[in-house]
């Protein structure tokens, strides 16, 4: 008999969206932030990509996919993250102006996951 297993409550495509909306739209990152964290990332490696996202743009205003890569890659972290072939497809976002709504599937998650102390 096969056991069940329970995955922690989490949304993939949001966290890869809410990234992807923060590399399009920067001007959204000063709100992202103000509602996210990168506790609140299920998922390691976008963690990591949301915090080299907000150095990089506190460092210089700015974050592009090239930028991105670059601080990555000085980090020493790019390979472990995906390399640039995951940075193109999180640009993949089906509307980078929806970031709030990514932005808050994640953070619902999170909530779920807290509440359930996982």
């Excluded at 193109?88 to 976002?93: S, T």
């Amino acid at each position: 008999m096969e056991q069940s297993r329970h995955v922690a409550p989490h949304d993939a495509p949001a966290e890869m969206c809410v990234l992807g909306a923060m590399i399009l739209e920067n001007n959204a990152i000063p709100k992202i932030v103000e509602l996210i964290t990168a506790k609140d990332f299920f998922i390691a490696r976008h963690a990591r990509i949301f915090e080299t996202i907000i150095a990089v743009h506190g460092a210089t205003g700015r974050c592009d996919a090239v930028t991105l890569r670059g601080a990555l890659s000085e980090r020493g972290i790019l390979e472990d993250v995906g390399g640039y072939d995951y940075l193109a497809e999180l640009l993949q976002v089906p509307n980078a102006a929806a970031w709030a709504e990514y932005a808050g599937a994640v953070l619902r998650c999170a909530r779920k996951r807290t509440a359930l102390k996982l």
